[in-house]
Nanobody
Framework: QVQLVESGGGLVQAGGSLRLSCAAS????????MDWFRQAPGKEREFVAA????????YYADSVKGRFTISRDNAKNTVYLQMNSLKPEDTAVYYC???????????????????WGQGTQVTVSS
């Protein structure tokens, strides 16, 4: 079993920055990658970014590429999402998820999502 706890959400003005954290505990060796998703009111959950625990390979949704950076600290079992140049359309609940995703030739293959965090609210005001 793996427990995921997100933190770092809040209210920020457009153009501002936030850093989200996702702390993993438990049998993290059973997962290969960590993903960030988000869900805005009335919309479906959408993929944001992913990172490999072992290689640090990353993958981003086009909507956040160049503005968001995913990183990890293996010693702390923590994944981060640095969000810069935030826009009102980035407003959502952000979730981290542990998966069996793999990276190959610049592409990301999500695999099965095994565990989810409880989410953290990010609100970007215009």
């Amino acid at each position: 079993q793996v427990q995921l706890v997100e933190s770092g959400g809040g209210l920020v003005q457009a153009g501002g920055s936030l850093r989200l954290s996702c702390a993993a505990s438990g049998r993290t060796a059973s997962t290969y990658a960590m993903d960030w998703f988000r869900q805005a009111p009335g919309k479906e959950r959408e993929f944001v970014a992913a990172i490999s625990w072992s290689t640090g390979s990353t993958y981003y949704a086009d909507s956040v590429k160049g503005r968001f950076t995913i990183s990890r600290d293996n010693a702390k079992n923590t994944v981060y999402l640095q969000m810069n140049s935030l826009k009102p359309e980035d407003t959502a609940v952000y979730y981290c998820a542990a998966s069996r995703g793999t990276f190959y030739s610049g592409a990301y293959y999500p695999g099965a999502y095994l565990y989810w965090g409880q989410g953290t609210q990010v609100t970007v005001s215009s």
